[in-house]
């Protein structure tokens, strides 16, 4: 039997997560790392899953601040990166999935985008900052191919 593939699944908090978590049954498939930011609700998760944590922070949120905790969470994500070296990257995004794949794919890892379920007739910013470099773009609308053409349409993931 061969080595199980190396997945790291990313997300933000709340209703990103909850996508993510949608696609829990895939984990004993593959040999896998989850990613999110580490916030009080989010503590419970490490008795159910291999999990590391970022630093939580919104844009909205603490604008000055929040530049400072991208680059701290990307410096993080590469050490995370390095730590684990997935083959693929999933992510239901945002702001924190973001510098993961940029890593991923300057590293040679495939990139799994899924756009988040909130989008129905708009772009979010990440999901236009992934659609360039994603191997595989998922939206779960039809009216969403509008904006990501090349995108495939896989439905809900609820």
């Given at each position: 039997?061969?080595?199980?593939?190396?997945?790291?699944?990313?997300?933000?908090?709340?209703?990103?997560?909850?996508?993510?978590?949608?696609?829990?049954?895939?984990?004993?498939?593959?040999?896998?790392?989850?990613?999110?930011?580490?916030?009080?609700?989010?503590?419970?998760?490490?008795?159910?899953?291999?999990?590391?944590?970022?630093?939580?922070?919104?844009?909205?949120?603490?604008?000055?601040?929040?530049?400072?905790?991208?680059?701290?969470?990307?410096?993080?994500?590469?050490?995370?990166?390095?730590?684990?070296?997935?083959?693929?990257?999933?992510?239901?995004g945002t702001h924190t999935a973001g510098p993961m794949c940029c890593i991923g794919k300057l590293f040679g890892s495939k990139i799994i985008y899924i756009e988040t379920f909130a989008s129905i007739n708009t772009q979010t910013v990440t999901g236009k900052l992934i659609y360039k470099i994603a191997d595989h773009f998922i939206v779960q609308w039809p009216s969403m191919k509008k904006f990501y053409p090349k995108a495939i349409n896989g439905g809900w993931i609820y």
């Open positions: 039997m061969g080595k199980k593939r190396r997945v790291l699944f990313i997300s933000s908090t709340g209703g990103h997560l909850d996508e993510l978590l949608q696609l829990s049954p895939m984990f004993k498939k593959y040999s896998y790392f989850l990613i999110t930011e580490k916030t009080k609700s989010n503590m419970n998760l490490r008795k159910r899953y291999k999990i590391g944590y970022l630093v939580y922070g919104s844009k909205d949120n603490e604008k000055i601040l929040y530049p400072f905790r991208i680059l701290y969470n990307s410096f993080k994500s590469l050490c995370y990166y390095l730590i684990f070296h997935p083959d693929y990257i999933i992510t239901t």
